[in-house]
């Protein structure tokens, strides 16, 4: 088992940088996928980026495509979402989520994770 914990949010202006992290407790952080979902006031969750468990691949939502990216350190049980040109509209709380790596669901899907942590804010003014 693994239990995420995210760190990292704040409060920036339009077109600057964040860096959140997700340390995960356990031993075996390097057998799961890991991804990034954020939730926005009065919206339901969305799918941001995700990671496979030896970051062969990534995927990203459209609307954050060549902004944002993902990355792993296994031997330091983090994951990491580098957000570059951000937005107003990135403000919501940010979830990391762990899935066991043989999971046959697409990486978007928020059912398939079983681990998740409990969430940073980023709030970005314009």
């Known amino acids: 088992q693994v239990q995420p914990v995210e760190s990292g949010g704040g409060l920036v202006q339009a077109g600057a940088s964040l860096r959140l992290s997700c340390a995960a407790s356990?031993?075996?952080?390097?057998?799961?996928?890991m991804s990034w979902f954020r939730q926005a006031p009065g919206k339901e969750r969305e799918f941001v980026a995700a990671?496979?468990?030896?970051?062969?691949?990534?995927y990203f939502v459209d609307s954050v495509k060549g902004r944002f990216t993902i990355s792993r350190d296994n031997h330091k049980n983090t994951v990491y979402l580098q957000m570059n040109s951000l937005k107003p509209e990135d403000t919501a709380v940010y979830y990391c989520?762990?899935?066991?790596?043989?999971?046959?669901?697409?990486?978007?899907?928020?059912?398939?994770?079983?681990?998740w942590g409990q969430g940073t804010q980023v709030t970005v003014s314009s």
């Open positions: 989520a762990a899935r066991w790596r043989g999971s046959y669901s697409t990486s978007n899907d928020s059912s398939s994770y079983g681990y």
């Open positions: 990671i496979t468990w030896n970051s062969g691949s990534t």
């Open positions: 356990g031993r075996t952080f390097s057998w799961y996928d």
